[in-house]
């Protein structure tokens, strides 16, 4: 399998811009989830979803932030309008069912002038 | 809501010695604890994990002990190798789902 795939890589943009990160869970895994990793606040849950439907997104920092999970095999998050502070590694996570592993992507680094 | 407590936040040990870490958290329903490893530039890479019902667990040179009493775990490396060098995370949740993790630790393994 090849794990969890996320794009783009490295994310380079103007303050005020929209932002859209994607990711492709492992084929078969029904959990997706999306972690932000700042020096800071270190690793942080912001969504997760089952299914494809959001089950908890407590941690979505605000009405900026949004996220969708369309099929099985994608999802996005997007960030509107972004701003510095949004500057981070974002991470797609995704797990099989009725297990309790999750299995991260490499990550998408965003960085917001 | 979970808070993991991680110590220490970084640890130097020389190649062939024992590395631990330890974590603590603050919710008693917590009955899943996994250890992360994240190399330079890299995702999160799950190497071990442990549930509530069991006191330890161990693959190879790597252990985590267990105590719901006092709530903390640890992770034992032993016989400590250059590419076991890495940022290590400690989480917590109750049933796998919403991961709490630690503040990492980055062990440097000096030849």
């Known amino acids: 399998d090849a794990g969890v795939i996320q794009s783009p890589r490295h994310e380079v943009t103007e303050m005020g811009q929209e932002v859209t990160l994607r990711c492709k869970p492992i084929?078969?895994?029904?959990?997706l989830f999306w972690y932000r990793q700042t020096m800071m606040r270190g690793l942080e849950l912001l969504i997760y979803?089952?299914?494809?439907?959001?089950?908890?997104d407590s941690g979505m920092p605000e009405d900026r932030f949004s996220a969708k999970m369309p099929n099985a095999s994608f999802s996005t998050l997007k960030i509107q309008p972004s701003e510095p502070r949004d500057s981070a590694v974002y991470f797609c996570a995704s797990s099989f069912p009725g297990a309790y592993e999750q299995y991260f992507g490499p990550g998408t680094r965003l960085t917001v002038t | 809501g979970e808070n993991v407590e991680q110590h220490p936040s970084t640890l130097s040990v020389q190649e062939g010695d024992s590395a631990v870490i330890k974590c603590t958290y603050s919710?008693?329903?917590?009955?899943?604890f996994p250890w992360y490893k994240q190399e330079l530039g890299k995702g999160p890479q799950l190497i071990i994990d442990?549930?509530?019902?069991?006191g330890e667990k161990k693959d190879q040179r790597i252990a985590v002990t267990l105590n719901k009493t006092a709530k903390h775990f640890s992770l034992h490396i032993t016989e400590t190798q250059p590419e076991d060098s890495a940022v290590y995370f400690c989480?917590?949740?109750?049933?796998?789902?919403?991961?709490?993790f630690g503040g990492g630790t980055r062990l440097m393994v000096k030849p």
């Open positions: 989480a917590a949740s109750y049933a796998g789902n919403m991961l709490t």
């Open positions: 919710d008693s329903a917590s009955n899943y």
């Open positions: 442990i549930r509530s019902n069991v």
């Open positions: 084929s078969g895994h029904d959990y």
């Open positions: 979803f089952n299914n494809n439907v959001p089950i908890d």
